[in-house]
């Protein structure tokens, strides 16, 4: 168990450019959660997925934003046109629905900065 | 949409003071967490409930779930400098899950 990795640790951007987020859950969970966090506020729900199949999305995640998980696995959050306000720490965090309850285990997230 | 509000925002003690946290729900809950935050860590698990009533303990850190499961509390003993950070509820009543804003604890040697 290598526990929730999300890549890259970091990016910065320029203001108009599209950023491509990754998130590797803990293998055998299969739901998985995408936050955003800016500094001094408690991260804010942004969308989840249970399998491959994306069950909720926040007002947040307006048409620029996308997030898939195609097989189950991994998932991608990609940004389009960013924005000053797009800046944040994008956390990811994945769960095993069932057995275990829902203990949510984090990723250490990607800070993205658009400049 | 449901929420969770914590109370209070930030809060600062001094060393071996005892402390509470709270977590509101507007909707019952499936299930709450407590995570804490320092700044430039991740977010650390501190306890998971479930029942109506229950009341877990780790150190000297307790959380109980009210019977309805709409309200929790997180409880510091005798807190130290250690303890400081940011204290985050998460919980959901479907199958999403939600953070509290979040109490900022100081505490001060």
């Known amino acids: 168990d290598t526990g929730v990795s999300q890549d890259p640790r970091h990016k910065i951007t320029k203001r108009g450019q599209n950023v491509t987020f990754r998130c590797d859950p803990i293998?055998?969970?299969?739901?998985l959660y995408w936050y955003r966090q800016t500094l001094g506020q408690g991260p804010e729900f942004l969308t989840y997925?249970?399998?491959?199949?994306?069950?909720?999305k926040s007002r947040l995640l307006s048409d620029r934003f996308s997030a898939e998980r195609p097989k189950g696995s991994f998932s991608t959050l990609e940004i389009q046109r960013t924005e000053q306000g797009d800046s944040a720490m994008y956390l990811c965090?994945?769960?095993?629905?069932?057995?275990?309850?829902?203990?949510?285990?984090f990723g250490s997230g990607t800070q993205l900065s658009v400049l | 949409s449901q929420e969770l509000e914590q109370s209070p925002q930030s809060l600062i003690v001094q060393e071996g003071k005892n402390l509470t946290i709270n977590c509101t729900s507007s909707k019952t809950l499936y299930g709450l967490y407590w995570y804490k935050q320092k700044y430039g860590e991740g977010l650390i698990f501190l306890m998971m409930?479930?029942?109506?009533?229950e009341e877990k303990s780790h150190e000297k850190i307790t959380a109980k779930l009210d019977e309805k499961k709409q309200q929790s509390s997180l409880h510091i003993t005798a807190s130290q400098p250690s303890h400081a950070g940011i204290y985050l509820c998460?919980?959901?009543?479907?199958?999403?899950?939600?953070f509290g804003k979040g109490t900022k604890l100081s505490v001060k040697p």
């Open positions: 997925f249970q399998n491959e199949a994306q069950l909720e």
């Open positions: 293998s055998e969970h299969n739901r």
């Open positions: 409930l479930q029942k109506g009533g």
């Open positions: 965090a994945s769960s095993l629905d069932g057995a275990l309850g829902k203990k949510l285990f």
């Open positions: 998460v919980g959901g009543s479907q199958g999403n899950l939600i």
